[in-house]
């Protein structure tokens, strides 16, 4: 009652069990659901909570969840990840995840949905859950968790704000896509029309003057110092240089005698996650580990040319044949060596990076609005 006391005139203090009802409607054959949907937690995207992708129940096998029109499909594992995703249509969905319906005398079913992306909930949500590995949520825990809701008026209100922000944001990922599968369409067609115009095809290792991987041994790290960069790092377009390790300058010396990555150069995951390409388009000096491979091409190569060729159809279909399988993916130097790809005079090269880099440049700014938008919509929900 204390803290009810202090809470804003018509806001309340709900149980969770309160406010949504646990749906554990299930399946064991999901080929017999009767439905053309299934969502599993690798559809659902981190702070959307539009599902952009699924697949189809007879993808799967297992025991599984339905769901219907409007029911919120929340992933219980790994909350850190931020997933859940309000459905657009009947369907079934992992049984790692919370299917959850509004009572509606309590929270609004479009306001619950925007509630459980504050931080208040999910940082809630990731105290309670147990485990280490994959740490989940128990529903019976959840359920007695308690939250401070307004008044039902003040939700709508609240709400209506929140569609607008999240219509908009939709939008732009829309917009971002189109202008990514723009540049891509574009890239392949050039190289399409160098292939069929029998431009000089060449191996990599031939336009290259060196290929080399980094270090194959952990190096010691340290709090500061020389930047070492792992292919994690360069999952992204930016590299989050706060969060990458360091290593002592000495240390960074002898790995340099080997391989220097330099202004100019090329990155290419090889480790993991294969045929990620990053240009080296910064004066620092740093170090890399053998799950990248660095590539420093020869006079008259563009190295983004380099980088969005490697990132081609054509030489990716080369690259993911050579794939040695393993406990973790791996690519040689040898097959990175001996990919080819159609090598155009340097006018085409500069008119082809250009070109892409324009389009790249409007998703850099698309991108930048969207996370405006995301922090605004945390604002409102905080």
């Known amino acids: 009652m204390g803290e009810e006391k202090r809470l804003k005139s018509g806001w309340r ?36 909570l539009k599902i952009r992708r699924w697949g189809h129940p007879s993808d799967v096998e297992a025991q599984k969840l339905c769901f219907k029109k409007g ?31 509004a009572k509606p005398d309590v929270v609004l079913p479009e306001f619950l949905p925007f509630f459980m992306q504050s931080d ?8 309670i859950s147990v485990g280490s590995l994959s740490p989940t949520i128990n529903w019976k825990t959840l359920a007695k ?18 569609f607008k922000i999240d219509d908009f944001k939709n939008k732009l990922i829309n917009f971002n ?24 095809i060449y191996k990599v290792k031939n336009i290259c ?15 500061a110092g020389i930047p070492f960069l792992r292919v994690t790092d360069i999952n992204s377009e930016e590299i989050d240089w ?47 580990f053998v799950s990248l491979c660095l590539l420093k091409p020869k006079s008259g190569i563009n190295p983004y040319f380099l980088s969005e060729s490697l990132n081609s159809i054509y030489a990716n279909s080369q690259l993911l044949v050579r794939i040695k399988e393993g406990t973790v993916k791996n690519l040689h130097l040898e097959e990175i060596r001996e990919c080819s790809i159609p090598v155009p005079e340097s006018r085409e090269q500069n ?3 250009e070109k892409i880099q324009v389009l790249k440049a409007i998703s850099k700014k698309i991108l930048a609005r969207i996370t405006y938008l995301q922090k605004l919509k945390q604002a409102v929900l905080n």
């Open 177 to 200: 896509y189109t202008t990514n599968l723009l540049y891509q369409s574009f890239r392949e067609k050039k190289i399409e029309e160098w292939l069929k115009g029998e431009k000089n």
């Open 120 to 127: 208040l909930f999910m940082e809630r949500a990731q105290a």
């Open 71 to 101: 029911d919120i499909i929340f992933g219980k594992r790994r909350v850190y990840q931020r997933k859940l995703g309000v459905a657009e249509w009947d369907g079934i969905c992992s049984a790692h995840a919370f299917v959850l319906r």
């Open 13 to 48: 203090v709900w149980r969770f069990e309160q406010m949504a009802v646990n749906v554990k409607t299930k399946i064991d054959d999901p080929s017999k659901a009767d439905v053309d949907y299934y969502v599993g937690l690798e559809h659902l995207d981190p702070d959307s």
């Open 242 to 288: 706060s969060n990458v390790k360091y290593i002592s300058p000495g240390e960074h010396l002898i790995l340099c005698k080997r391989c220097k990555p330099e202004k100019g150069d090329v990155l290419l995951s090889k480790n993991g996650t294969i045929g990620i390409t990053k240009v080296i388009d910064w004066e620092d000096e740093f170090s890399i």
């Open 351 to 353: 008119e082809l990076v």
């Open 145 to 162: 968790e308690e939250f401070a809701l307004p008044s039902l008026e003040e939700q709508r209100v609240i709400t209506k704000l929140l």
């Open 209 to 223: 003057n060196k290929i080399v991987d980094g270090t194959h041994k952990t190096p010691t790290y340290i709090e």
